[in-house]
């Protein structure tokens, strides 16, 4: 891996690196937003496909390393219910072992996540550029599927990126 998914190696402290690389395997490989994400429930991993809910109710292709790793996370995630009497359904838990392990994640808390890792990984703003990783990221998953050879129809519906449908987005 390179690039930012290889940076999350060294993020500290360690509770925090398998729920980051799920996080940015979601937005890099599977081409998910932060929201997204944040509201996935572990329900919506359906083997090799995903259920998204978001704005658009959608099922995505997972690849292969997407399936790698969030059948990797699942035994974790299962542990970090099991501190909650009552476990939540989302797929992303907050594995902090403070008073709010187990809890769902959630946007303030993939934003917040998102944030110290850009600035681990040495992202600064340039002038004149947007430097959003979540939206850098979600961009290398449509460029992922559109290298791998599916129509642009099949990649806008599964990144629920309508814009791929106007003349021009290649420039």
Do not use: C
């Not at 937005?27 to 919506?44: F, N, S």
């Not at 990126?161 to 003349?167: A, N």
Request: hydrophobic residues 40%; aromatic residues 8%.
């Amino acid at each position: 891996m390179a690039g930012p998914l290889a940076a999350g190696r060294g993020v500290r402290p360690a509770h925090w690196r398998p729920l980051l690389k799920v996080l940015l395997v979601l937005l890099g490989e599977v081409g998910l937003t932060l929201k997204e994400a944040a509201a996935l429930w572990k329900d919506d991993l359906q083997g090799k496909r995903l259920l998204v809910r978001g704005e658009r109710l959608r099922e995505v292709p997972l690849t292969p390393l997407a399936q790698e790793v969030l059948e990797g996370w699942l035994p974790l995630r299962e542990y970090l219910a099991g501190h909650q009497p009552l476990p939540y359904p989302h797929l992303l838990l907050n594995p902090s072992p403070r008073k709010g392990r187990g809890r769902p994640l959630g946007l303030e808390g993939a934003k917040w996540l998102m944030k110290e890792f850009t600035l681990f990984a040495g992202y600064e703003p340039r002038e004149g550029r947007r430097t959003d990783l979540a939206h850098r990221l979600r961009w290398r998953a449509i460029r992922g599927y559109l290298k791998a050879g599916h129509p642009k129809e099949k990649v806008a519906y599964w990144t629920g990126m309508r814009t791929l449908m106007l003349r021009g987005w290649e420039e």
